[in-house]
């Protein structure tokens, strides 16, 4: 048993479920990972053992075929994947968001409809809100929905669609301003965004009428799960598709996912922090330099004793926000800091480890290579973070707010 990243107070069933995860990435992930990353190559047999353990349905109550655990549970699960594959966690993140968007916001016809088809892995979710001029300014969207007749025509371009050839259903945000005047979106622009659910076939081109995936962006690092940019054009969706049956409420919605998401990053940054530690702690006590092993020069071990410590605190930040989100109450405050801390604590463990690894970690023999090239998308991932910042500093004025 690895002595960093320890949880305390977990039940046995959790324990159990960790156990069984590690486990699978150990003997699944680990040894195809860098070959699959390097071909940009759909983990199809991965995410298939997954879909038997169940993971798909982690977090989704037991009424609708789940396991009906807690975000905790969902999170350090997450962290043993990234730990063996980052890509892999991304593939099971997004279909988790829109399980929980519709746990939390769907209405009754669309959770029975959904949620035990998402728990058996049969309905594969992704979500969508940034497009291409967008950044990190979701206020800005111009993908809109119009009331036409019994339902609307949504028409726009999104951008970053994680899993958007091979799921099945996305949760779309876009601008809807029915029920509200043009003075009153423009002094509150998120009150007139919606969430849509559309429903489509895996793949790639027209994937349902007014609806195209064109394709796979080519990534730096973070490949096997397909990234894609989603065109609507004249896409007819009925109005039993508006998340929660009420349009105006989308972006709030999507803020609920992202605040969970944000505990997934940052389990994410945990689990490949991680890995880069194993690998650079493992290749200091092989090589030698000097007539010893590396690890025995105070060098070697000032970095590996930095990397640790930064392991332990991403991951006890990462704990505490998604404990405080399973208690019911607000956890943006936590989730920004352990998103910003974890991301970018994975960064700088990965880039450790490859500095140990000297001129072998450049080689694409060695897998730290690929850690290397994957740790950057968890510095943009569900947030900058200067925006993890602007909420921080943001919530802690209001919690600090002088008085009088």
Not at 3 to 29: H, M
Not at 68 to 94: F, K, Q
Not at 184 to 198: D, G, K, Y
Not at 207 to 217: F, Q, S
Request: with cysteine.
């Amino acid at each position: 048993m690895a002595r960093l990243a320890q949880t305390a107070g977990l039940t046995d069933i959790q324990r159990e479920i960790l156990s069984t995860v590690r486990d699978f990435v150990d003997k699944e992930i680990l040894p195809v990972a860098t070959e699959l990353e390097h071909r940009d190559e759909y983990p199809q047999a991965i995410v298939d053992g997954l879909k038997e353990l169940g993971l798909f349905g982690l977090m989704i109550p037991e009424e609708y075929g789940g396991l009906g655990e807690s975000l905790l549970t969902y999170a350090l699960c997450v962290e043993e994947i990234a730990r063996g594959w980052m890509s892999v966690s991304g593939i099971i993140n997004t279909h988790f968001i829109v399980a929980y968007l519709l746990k939390q916001h769907g209405t009754q016809e669309q959770r029975e409809y959904f949620l035990p088809r998402m728990a058996a892995g049969e309905v594969r979710g992704a979500f969508s809100m940034s497009e291409p001029a967008l950044g990190s300014d979701v206020s800005a969207i111009t993908s809109r929905a119009v009331k036409d007749g019994d339902g609307y025509v949504l028409n726009g371009q999104k951008m970053w669609l994680t899993n958007g050839g091979t799921s099945t259903l996305v949760a779309v945000l876009v601008k809807s301003d029915e029920g509200h005047t043009p003075e009153e979106v423009a002094a509150a622009p998120h009150r007139s965004m919606t969430t849509f659910l559309v429903e489509k076939e895996p793949g790639f081109g027209e994937v349902r009428p007014g609806l195209t995936i064109p394709g796979k962006i080519d990534k730096m690092g973070y490949k096997g799960v397909d990234t894609t940019e989603m065109i609507m054009d004249g896409l007819r969706v009925p109005a039993d598709r508006v998340l929660g049956g009420t349009t105006g409420r989308g972006f709030y919605q999507m803020m609920d996912g992202v605040e969970v998401g944000r505990v997934n990053v940052a389990a994410r940054g945990c689990g490949v922090a991680q890995r880069a530690f194993e690998l650079g702690v493992s290749y200091a006590q092989q090589r030698h330099t000097f007539g010893r092993p590396i690890a025995q020069h105070q060098a070697i071990q000032f970095k590996l004793a930095e990397m640790a410590t930064k392991v332990e605190a991403a991951h006890a930040m990462m704990v505490n926000a998604a404990r405080k989100k399973d208690s019911g109450e607000r956890n943006d405050l936590e989730a920004g800091m352990a998103k910003y801390l974890a991301s970018e604590y994975c960064k700088e463990v990965v880039e450790d480890a490859f500095r140990i690894h000297g001129g072998y970690g450049f080689s694409k023999e060695y897998e730290i290579e690929r850690l290397y090239r994957e740790a950057p998308m968890l510095l943009i991932g569900e947030g900058t973070a200067e925006i993890q910042k602007m909420i921080i500093g943001r919530r802690l004025l209001e919690e600090y707010r002088l008085q009088g």
